[in-house]
T-cell receptor, first 113, second 109 residues
Framework: DVKVTQSSRYLVKRTGEKVFLECVQDMDHENMFWYRQDPGLGLRLIYFSYDVKMKEKGDIPEGYSVSREKKERFSLILESASTNQTSMYLC????????????FGSGTRLTVV | SQQGEEDPQALSIQEGENATMNCSYKTSINNLQWYRQNSGRGLVHLILIRSNEREKHSGRLRVTLDTSKKSSSLLITASRAADTASYFCAGDSWGKLQFGAGTQVVVTP
């Protein structure tokens, strides 16, 4: 069964810490995405990558960065965590065909205290 | 920015009834997709309709797309308790999905 795996289900971090959220897919997908989900706001795109070492800003990239050193792994980095980054973070991947749905991970619920 | 806006925000029905939810989007799209999310979990892809299609079926799901009105609808027929979830539409523009805020559906036995 193909899957997208997010390394942590729940995470609690302190304000100012550097936080790494890891995402791994086993489908050899070119495209990978990071979203955050907040009540009433739906999912908002933070960053995406269409190839190794490539990255593009989404709608809300401020306070985040990403890394894609290998095709299967896409990391989201919070350089200095703040309380307004408390959220559910969802990683997704998709192959080259745009007429195909995304496969999502189970999500990481991050709390910054 | 949100691409889609779902209506209603919440829907409560009984098993066996049909559930209909609507979605409006803002920009031009290649396709529109619907996803389901069970409480606190990741999203699961349900169905995709291309911009040149008007209607599509998959099992108990029926999706329509009206590009002139920038709107779509999802119909779930003969609903079951297991259909209780949040449903999101998402417009695909240049390979990026933009999601709406979702419709929360509760199906009671």
């Amino acid at each position: 069964d193909v899957k997208v795996t997010q390394s942590s289900r729940y995470l609690v971090k302190r304000t100012g810490e550097k936080v790494f959220l890891e995402c791994v897919q086993d489908m050899d997908h070119e495209n990978m995405f990071w979203y955050r989900q907040d009540p009433g706001l739906g999912l908002r795109l933070i960053y995406f990558s269409y190839d190794v070492k490539m990255k593009e800003k989404g709608d809300i990239p401020e306070g985040y960065s990403v890394s894609r050193e290998k095709k299967e792994r896409f990391s989201l980095i919070l350089e200095s965590a703040s309380t307004n980054q408390t959220s559910m973070y969802l990683c997704a991947s998709r192959g080259a065909d745009v007429f195909y749905g995304y496969t999502f991970g189970s999500g990481t619920r991050l709390t910054v205290v | 920015s949100q691409q889609g806006e779902e209506d209603p925000q919440a829907l409560s029905i009984q098993e066996g009834e049909n559930a209909t939810m609507n979605c409006s989007y803002k920009t031009s799209i290649n396709n529109l997709q619907w996803y389901r999310q069970n409480s606190g979990r990741g999203l699961v892809h349900l169905i995709l309709i291309r911009s040149n299609e008007r209607e599509k079926h998959s099992g108990r799901l029926r999706v329509t797309l009206d590009t002139s009105k920038k709107s779509s609808s999802l119909l779930i027929t003969a609903s079951r308790a297991a259909d209780t979830a949040s449903y999101f539409c998402a417009g695909d523009s240049w390979g990026k999905l933009q999601f709406g805020a979702g419709t929360q559906v509760v199906v009671t036995p």
